[in-house]
């Protein structure tokens, strides 16, 4: 079946960096885009960046333009969102999606 495993997260002050990591299995992940969304407290799950199977990629979230970057490495069906500096309102749990499905998410939380 189809599994999405997010890792990375954890607790950074302003203007630091992180790395997200996507493991990804039980579908052909090289032949499918893939895209990472994120949730505030209180707020909608918003998409912040996406990827194409050849490796296109495009920034959606105009907050993040110029910090994030979105990559993958086929060989390791694996999806990773860097995050440089992080402000506090970058605070939220990330998810990683492919179609319909989700990862559990990670936390990410920016605070001094």
């Known amino acids: 079946q189809v599994q999405l495993v997010e890792s990375g997260g954890g607790l950074v002050q302003p203007g630091g960096s992180l790395t997200l990591s996507c493991a990804a299995s039980?579908?052909?992940?090289?032949?499918?885009?893939m895209s990472w969304y994120r949730q505030a407290p209180g707020k909608a799950r918003e998409r912040i960046a996406l990827?194409?199977?050849?490796?296109?990629?495009?920034i959606i979230a105009d907050s993040v333009k110029g910090r994030f970057t979105i990559s993958r490495d086929n060989a390791k069906n694996t999806v990773y969102l860097q995050m440089n500096g992080l402000k506090v309102e970058d605070t939220a749990v990330y998810y990683c999606?492919?179609?319909?499905?989700w990862g559990q998410g990670t936390q990410v939380t920016v605070s001094l």
């Open positions: 990827i194409t199977s050849v490796g296109g990629s495009r």
């Open positions: 039980g579908f052909s992940f090289s032949g499918v885009l």
């Open positions: 999606n492919y179609d319909l499905y």
